[in-house]
């Protein structure tokens, strides 16, 4: 059994920050990357941001420079610290693990945590 568990959501003032983690647990050979991944109220799950295990990342255009994601490998464990937060990046935040498998290698996802922005 493997479980995705984020942590770190909360309510923030527009122009502050919070950070995000996410870890994975169970019994599984190693993760071939993690990433963070949002839904705000009527739309669909996109992208935020993603990083494998030899810590390469990739950004969405609307949090670059804004936003960092980073892992610690050996805790199966990735951050994201979320800066000059706005309105519009209230969501749902959730978090995705590439869990790799002897024999094969699946998705698994958190159960999300909400970040909301004031204005």
């Known amino acids: 059994q493997v479980h995705v568990v984020e942590s770190g959501g909360g309510l923030v003032q527009a122009g502050g920050s919070l950070r995000l983690s996410c870890a994975a647990s169970?019994?599984?050979?190693?993760?071939?990357?993690m990433g963070w991944y949002r839904q705000a109220p009527g739309k669909q799950r996109g992208l935020v941001a993603t990083i494998t295990s030899g810590g390469i990342t990739n950004y969405a255009d609307s949090v670059k420079g804004r936003f960092t994601i980073s892992g610690d490998n050996a805790k199966n464990t990735a951050y994201l610290q979320m800066n000059s937060l706005k309105p519009v990046d209230t969501a749902v935040y959730y978090c995705?693990?590439?869990?790799?498998?002897?024999?094969?290698?699946?998705?698994?996802w958190g159960q999300g945590t909400q970040v909301t922005v004031s204005s």
């Open positions: 169970g019994r599984f050979f190693s993760i071939n990357g």
């Open positions: 995705n693990a590439q869990i790799v498998f002897l024999n094969s290698t699946q998705d698994y």
